[in-house]
């Protein structure tokens, strides 16, 4: 893993995906904003200003300079902020982290991920068309699928509030930004092997549950063919 982060690019610019206003300021859809903002004062980039589009700062980080964005155009156009930012930062899709929201990942978890498709979300759609590529860096923080009694469609919901215990989203915000913290330090894929491991012990406690479920069914004699089972 060393080697690899050793040998992959540094990331130049961190967005984190969302609406502008206060109308949307809590919804699900603004969690990569909200986590990218947290970054910002993690790593002493002092105020945003209005740049690209968006509300830009530059900061130190692990492996250099870091500009961190957060666009403030509507979700859907998003591509118009960072586009243009990558350009003129020289940064390669691979040298752009996007933090955004992800109803296929449930609430609480985060997960990371090199490139790929935009799965539905129409920022990540954005992107992909100004970059050019898919292959940009991704923190995927979990908001969840809605419930089979929610009145609405993914739209409807990922522009809802959260409604889970205030406590619990403080804690996802903070996870993503740990794994944030995590990429900018080690690299997409040590981050990846650290954050989607299995609590310790799991694999151990499924290997002996399979055992013993084989046991067990070792164990039932079935009767002859010809034999009813009484």
């Keep these: 893993m060393a080697d690899a982060a050793a040998e992959a690019p540094p990331v130049r610019l961190v967005v984190g995906l969302g609406n502008p206003g206060a109308k949307y300021a809590r919804t699900r859809h ?3 904003q909200r986590v990218v903002e947290d970054l910002a004062v993690r790593l002493g980039a002092g105020r945003f200003a209005a740049r690209y589009a968006g509300e830009y700062a530059e900061a130190r980080g692990p492996h250099g300079p870091l500009a961190l ?3 403030t155009t509507y979700m859907n156009d998003s591509g118009s902020s960072v586009g243009p930012a990558a350009g003129v930062l ?3 899709p691979d040298q752009v982290l996007v933090v955004h929201d992800d109803i296929d990942v449930p609430f609480g978890e985060v997960r990371g991920k ?3 498709g935009h799965g539905g979300h129409n920022g990540l759609r954005s992107l992909i068309a100004a970059l050019g590529s898919p292959d940009f860096l991704r923190v995927r923080v979990g908001v969840g699928r809605p419930p089979a009694d929610f009145r609405g469609d993914e739209a409807d919901w ?3 509030a959260f409604d889970e215990p205030a ?3 403080a804690a996802l915000l903070d996870t993503g930004l740990t794994m944030t913290e995590a990429v900018l330090a080690d690299g997409i894929d040590a981050a990846i092997a650290r954050f989607h491991a299995r609590p310790a012990g799991e694999r151990a406690r499924a290997r002996a549950e399979r055992r013993e479920a084989v046991a067990g069914d ?3 004699q079935e009767p002859p063919a010809d034999v009813p089972a009484s």
């Design 90 to 92: 020289h940064a390669a």
């Design 218 to 220: 070792e164990g039932v």
């Design 158 to 160: 990922v522009l809802r």
């Design 69 to 71: 964005l957060v666009p």
């Design 30 to 32: 603004n969690a990569g």
């Design 167 to 169: 406590d619990e989203v």
């Design 114 to 116: 090199r490139g790929g």
